[in-house]
């Protein structure tokens, strides 16, 4: 009697054991899962961050830049970038772009045009301002003398507009200043060269006074 109460123990003890150890194989899986849905819920919030910082700055942020705005370390924002950029796939019309450490949210080329009627309309210049500049391009660089005897004295004012908005460079040249488009012209109006400038604003040379 006393063997059969000892083997009735012996079972119900290996069968708490059982029991146990497959509440704790549950409790780790469950574990497993939640760190794995808090890892992709933290990556999928940093992936927002810097998608949000690229859309808002509209310009070239530098990786100081990225990481002042999304306290993300270079390493982590490096391995994300990289990702997001993934995931402006053939359905998308923007694209992130990097040049020389750094990065820029853009649309793609073949929506350029779109965007330059947009850049290019009236209600950012005049008809006026948009000749003036596109003698510019086309003339760059280009003295300001040389300038107001092809517009009228109104392209005073229209270069004094263009530099203060960091789209034309002035250099003194003796009495005048020599003119040309910034770097920040061809990010603003999405061209590469001279030559899409010119076709953006829609002007050949011309000496006519408009």
Do not use: C
Not at 185 to 194: K, L
Request: no cysteine.
């Amino acid at each position: 009697m006393e063997e059969i109460e000892k083997e009735s123990l012996t079972e119900n003890s290996d069968s708490n054991v059982k029991i146990d150890s497959n509440r704790d194989s549950g409790n780790f899986a469950i574990s497993g899962k939640t760190v794995d849905d808090l890892d992709n819920s933290r990556e999928i919030e940093n992936l927002k961050k810097i998608e949000a910082a690229l859309f808002i700055s509209g310009r070239w942020l530098s990786m100081q830049d990225l990481v002042m705005l999304t306290d993300l370390n270079p390493i982590l924002l490096r391995q994300l970038i990289d990702k997001l950029k993934e995931s402006y796939g053939e359905s998308s019309a923007t694209e992130i772009l990097n040049k020389d450490n750094a990065w820029k949210m853009d649309v793609k080329p073949e929506y350029v045009g779109m965007i330059n009627k947009l850049a290019t309309g009236t209600a950012e210049f005049t008809k006026s301002e948009q000749e003036t500049l596109a003698v510019i391009a086309y003339k760059q660089p280009v003295k300001q003398s040389v300038l107001i005897k092809i517009r009228g004295n109104k392209a005073y004012e229209h270069v004094k507009n263009f530099v203060s908005l960091g789209l034309v460079k002035a250099k003194k040249a003796g009495h005048t200043h020599e003119l040309a488009l910034s770097e920040d012209f061809y990010d603003y109006f999405h061209v590469g060269s001279q030559d899409d400038a010119i076709h953006v604003l829609g002007k050949e040379e011309s000496g006519e006074k408009g």
